[in-house]
């Protein structure tokens, strides 16, 4: 096996390994834990909103050179998707409570809110686009592939605590949570198999780029603006609504200085 193989890999299994560090605030007892979500979702917006305008929409303008009507109309069918999907999961969950005949919800069942899959989706489309760099990064050479390596390690440590929270957040047991967070993780995985197939072919691979980005990009704009933004305004007290406004201005700003590590 080529040694850029290995080398791409192993910097993957790492990578996808971070998925598991939201698992670090089970530690805390239930009613702290239920405030750190609260802080940890604020973040989490912030965070995404900074991927957004400081990775995704900039590595996909410095791909063609412009922004252009291209990347304008996959942001869109991105948010467009987001929201179908979303329509979809509250059409089948109402239609399934009413032919078991609940009157729209039932007391002792806990609801998976749709955001939830939309976060998963996102993010899985931004790991596998992070696994087909990885790729193109290593074959380049070992140098580059480790500073690509690092760049991601770091975005996606500071990225994996805001996601775990939206997942509790959004219904699911923290076990379930640890499970599909790491399961959208290997779509990196699958993003490297890709990358090593097309490297030869880096007109193709660049339009398989060319297309992610975006529709990640629109994906993260709805789930932060359509879905997290209402949970923050749920809370009504100015002190904790302060806190959540530092947590999510501090996601933003760790976002902007990963920017700096992506130069270097």
């Known amino acids: 096996m080529e040694t850029y193989i290995i080398e791409g890999l192993t910097a993957v299994v790492l990578v996808?390994?971070?998925?598991?560090?939201?698992?670090s605030t089970l530690v805390l007892q239930k009613s702290l834990l239920e405030k750190t979500i609260m802080y940890l979702t604020a973040f989490a917006t912030g965070a995404l909103l900074g991927a957004v305008f400081f990775h995704l929409l900039p590595e996909a303008i410095e791909?063609?050179?412009?922004?252009?009507?291209f990347i304008a109309s996959l942001v869109l069918i991105g948010m467009l998707f987001a929201f179908i999907l979303e329509k979809g999961i509250h059409w089948h969950h109402h239609h399934t409570l009413e032919h078991k005949g609940l009157p729209g919800q039932n007391a002792n069942m806990k609801v998976i809110k749709p955001y939830v899959y939309n976060n998963l989706i996102g993010d899985g489309l931004h790991n596998l686009v992070d696994g087909l760099t990885l790729a193109v990064a290593f074959f380049t050479g070992t140098s580059?592939?480790?500073?690509?390596?690092?760049s991601i390690l770091i975005h996606e440590l500071a990225q994996e605590f805001?996601?775990?929270?939206?997942?509790?957040?959004?219904g699911l047991t923290p076990k379930k949570a640890l499970t599909f967070n790491f399961l959208s993780a290997l779509t990196a995985l699958v993003g490297f198999i890709i990358g090593i197939i097309l490297v030869s072919t880096p007109a193709f691979l660049n339009l398989i780029v060319a297309l992610i980005l975006p529709l990640a990009a629109g994906n993260f704009l709805y789930l932060s603006a359509a879905d997290l933004i209402p949970e923050l305004h749920e809370e009504k007290n100015p002190k904790l609504s302060l806190i959540q406004l530092i947590?999510?201005?501090l996601g933003v700003f760790i976002m902007y200085l990963l920017t700096f590590v992506e130069l270097a």
């Open 162 to 170: 805001g996601d775990f929270a939206i997942l509790i957040k959004g």
């Open 247 to 249: 947590f999510g201005i």
């Open 144 to 150: 580059l592939g480790i500073i690509i390596f690092i």
């Open 16 to 23: 996808s390994l971070v998925s598991f560090a939201g698992a």
């Open 63 to 69: 791909q063609q050179g412009t922004y252009n009507q």
